[in-house]
């Protein structure tokens, strides 16, 4: 897990800091397409791994999944180059920046919509089988569903960031993306409800992930990108530990394991108050509600 998690880290990371390095008008678009890969890799991995878990078993499973990406990445490593050199610096840590407003605004809009996006992702697929009573394919056709839709939003939303700005697109599609959970998923228990909550969610939660690099390039500067990302990082690992896990705890301990209502509530709150960051951050840029930022 340690090794994984260090290994993926790095790879997510270096895919993140590239692109926007080597665009200017199309930054958002770029970024959209590179992260879409990740939705690509989910859309056929999840049936790509039950299959393998079913023919040849659950290690051999994992270690073709591991030979797998051991090719694909060292083969596409070979052809990043980075357009700029980190700015030299005495200290590590840029402490400067964490004085910066806009970027405690950054941070914590990436905190909150971090913590936010994987619930759903994780979830989802259990409350298929659990609540609607499908099968367990099923489960792996909604995680499917929701990485298809996913393709298609982070290249949309990276070409939307480019024509009316990133960070307007970002408040839109995060607010979207809380009320397909508060107004779709929450309210309702039928199986058409639930499958447009994963389609939009799918669609408009990508530009979390796909959008902030590029916020952050446009405000600080493509030179002090690596730095910067590396520290908004530590949000997005933030988000990942209160998520999922005590979701997880809610699902057993007020939800006995069958009622997913508590963990929803969660997740809304979460994207609201990811909501909230966002439309201070605008704010605090520009109060001209049509420019684009």
């Not at 659990?130 to 367990?136: A, D, F, K, P």
């Not at 393709?151 to 700005?165: C, P, S, T």
Request: one cysteine or more; hydrophobic letters at 50%; glycine letters at 12%.
């Amino acid at each position: 897990g340690l090794l994984y998690g260090a290994g993926g880290s790095l790879l997510y990371i270096t895919g993140l800091t590239l692109p926007p390095q080597w665009f200017g008008k199309y930054r958002a678009l770029a970024t959209g397409i590179a992260i879409a890969g990740s939705g690509i890799g989910g859309l056929w991995l999840s049936f790509a791994t039950n299959a393998m878990i079913t023919h040849i078993g659950r290690k051999w499973a994992l270690r073709a999944t591991g030979l797998i990406v051991i090719g694909v990445c060292g083969a596409t490593s070979l052809l990043m180059r980075m357009r700029f050199q980190p700015a030299k610096r005495k200290q590590i840590i840029e402490f400067a920046v964490l004085r910066d407003t806009r970027f405690a605004m950054l941070f914590f809009a990436a905190l909150f919509g971090s913590s936010g996006f994987y619930i759903p992702f994780f979830f989802m697929p259990s409350y298929s089988e659990i609540v609607l009573g499908r099968n367990s394919a099923w489960g792996t056709n909604v995680s499917s569903i929701m990485n298809g839709a996913g393709i298609f939003g982070r290249v949309a939303m990276g070409l939307i960031g480019d024509k009316v700005g990133s960070l307007n697109t970002l408040l839109v599609t995060t607010l979207i993306s809380c009320l397909s959970i508060l107004v779709l998923w929450l309210p309702f228990s039928g199986f058409g409800p639930f499958l447009a909550s994963a389609v939009i969610f799918g669609l408009c939660s990508g530009a979390i992930v796909s959008l902030i690099p590029v916020i952050t390039a446009n405000i600080f500067g493509v030179e002090r990108l690596p730095s910067i990302i590396g520290l908004l990082m530590l949000a997005y690992m933030t988000g990942g530990l209160i998520s999922s896990p005590p979701a997880g705890a809610m699902l057993d301990k007020y939800g006995h394991g069958t009622s997913f209502s508590s963990l929803i509530i969660y997740d809304g709150v979460f994207l609201a108050a990811s909501t909230i960051c966002d439309i201070f951050l605008r704010i605090y840029i520009s109060r001209k509600p049509w420019k684009k930022v």
